[in-house]
């Protein structure tokens, strides 16, 4: 099955950007979403299709996937973007939606 | 804005079946891919699988031979159903919508529900 890898965390502090990266075999060829989860809550969608953005997704969410990586990158931090972040990518030969193992935001 | 809601039973005794709702409000149930995720405490996301409203339905191949999708445009409704359960499924299960279009995400989801499998 297809894989998705992620780094379990990353610390920023307030008001600086983070990246978050998904590394997936050429991934570049697929279409990439990611997902804000925060405690308790169900992931919602902040970006998908590499770098677009659902309505009312703040534009510090940005999505770049080219070769054997992805990247969320979140601008301008606030503490309200502490959260896991997962991607996901549709793999036609198997499992259709798969997802990376996550990574925890933390804003020092 | 679309809606979906989780129900079903909190506690499940080991080897029986797991059987869970998932109610759609504010939008048809017709049109779209809908999926069942779980979700071990502390761990990531897992894709269990997905029906359309046609009745085709997608599996993940690790467990596939224990579920079963249903669906009842009538009620609006999508139902998940995981037999032989072990402690191993015990975990927050969501329910999730996908456009039906090669590789399009997950773009609504419910606000899961907790299934433990205990004696």
């Known amino acids: 099955s297809y894989v998705l890898t992620q780094p379990p965390s990353v610390s920023v502090a307030p008001g600086q950007s983070a990246t978050i990266t998904c590394g997936g075999n050429n991934i570049g060829s697929k279409s990439v979403h990611w997902y804000q989860q925060k405690p308790g809550q169900a992931p919602i969608l902040v970006v998908y299709?590499?770098?677009d953005r659902p309505s009312g997704i703040p534009e510090r969410f940005s999505g770049s996937n080219s070769g054997n990586t992805a990247t969320l990158t979140l601008s301008r931090v606030e503490a309200g973007d502490e959260a896991e972040y997962y991607c996901?990518?549709?793999?036609?030969?198997?499992?259709?939606?798969?997802f990376g193992t996550g990574t925890k935001v933390t804003v020092l | 804005q679309v809606q979906l809601q989780e129900s079903g039973p909190g506690l499940v005794k080991p080897s029986e079946t797991l059987s869970l709702t998932c109610s759609v409000s504010s939008a048809s149930i017709s049109g779209y891919f809908w999926s069942w995720i779980r979700q071990p405490a502390g761990r990531g996301l897992e894709w269990i699988g997905r029906?359309?409203?046609?009745?085709?339905?997608d599996y993940n191949p690790s467990i596939r031979s224990r579920v079963t999708m249903s669906i009842d445009t009538s009620k609006n409704q999508f139902a998940l159903k995981l037999k032989s359960v072990t402690a191993a499924d015990t975990a927050v299960y969501f329910c999730?919508?996908?456009?039906?279009?090669?590789?399009?995400?997950?773009?609504?989801w419910g606000q899961g529900t907790l299934v433990i499998v205990s004696s």
């Open positions: 299709d590499d770098s």
């Open positions: 996901q990518v549709w793999d036609s030969s198997n499992e259709p939606y798969v």
């Open positions: 029906i359309h409203n046609s009745g085709n339905t």
């Open positions: 999730a919508r996908g456009v039906a279009a090669a590789g399009s995400p997950l773009d609504s």
